[in-house]
């Protein structure tokens, strides 16, 4: 008998809410001596509206070759604003996280915590309410990020060398309570974040 996998959970929990995905799975295994001969890649693209959710795992034997994460992304105008990530600020902050920024509203620097290499404010993507929405959504899945980067997804065809926003975790959300909130919520404060853009 087949063993049902996370894997398959998250594709039946997206059917469930009427959301076609797309699956992909890819194993290799290289005969050539060394450790990295084995290499593991599964993914799971699902379209929903003009963004994407998607769940991957990669694993390589080589050292920094597996990465894990799941998220909501979707492309806007980057034109005014396209290098920032956004965390809940954290003790830890302080010694992990570099290129540090200050928005100079009390509200948002206080709740969290923006690394960027760009000159711009990033307090224009940021309206009180959604950071109310990351933080509360950041308390059921955690850790949560924001990300607004060129060319940051490479698996979705529409979305290489775009201006990417989204919302993602590192590790693989496929129970229906926390996909149900990350996919409501995080959609919409995708779709709020791409108008603060726009």
């Keep these: 008998m087949k063993e049902i996998t996370a894997f ?15 699956p992909h799975r890819i194993e290799k295994s290289f005969i050539l001596p060394g450790s990295d001969r084995f290499y593991n890649l599964k993914y799971i693209i699902a379209p929903i509206e003009d963004s994407y959710f998607i769940a991957c795992d990669s694993f390589g034997a080589k ?3 597996s990465s894990t994460y799941t998220g909501i992304y979707s492309a806007f105008d980057g034109s005014r604003f396209n290098d920032c990530k956004v965390y809940k600020k954290d003790w830890v902050d302080l010694f992990f996280r570099t290129n540090k920024k200050k928005t100079g509203i009390g509200y948002i620097d206080s709740n969290l915590t923006i690394t960027s290499k760009s000159t711009n404010n990033p307090a224009i993507l940021f309206k009180h309410n959604d ?3 990351f933080l509360s959504l950041n308390d059921k899945i955690f850790p949560l ?3 607004f980067e060129k060319d940051y997804i490479q698996i979705v065809e529409s979305l290489k060398d775009k201006s990417v926003v989204g919302i993602e975790t590192n590790y693989w959300v496929y129970q229906k309570e926390e996909l149900d909130l990350l996919l409501d919520k995080g959609l919409h404060l995708i779709n709020n974040l791409k108008n603060a853009c726009a």
Excluded: A, P, V
Excluded at 14 to 22: C, D, P
């Design 8 to 22: 398959d959970i998250l594709i039946e929990n997206l059917q469930k809410r009427g959301i076609k995905s797309f």
């Design 63 to 65: 050292q920094y070759t």
């Design 131 to 133: 950071i109310k929405e």
């Design 145 to 147: 990020k924001i990300i």
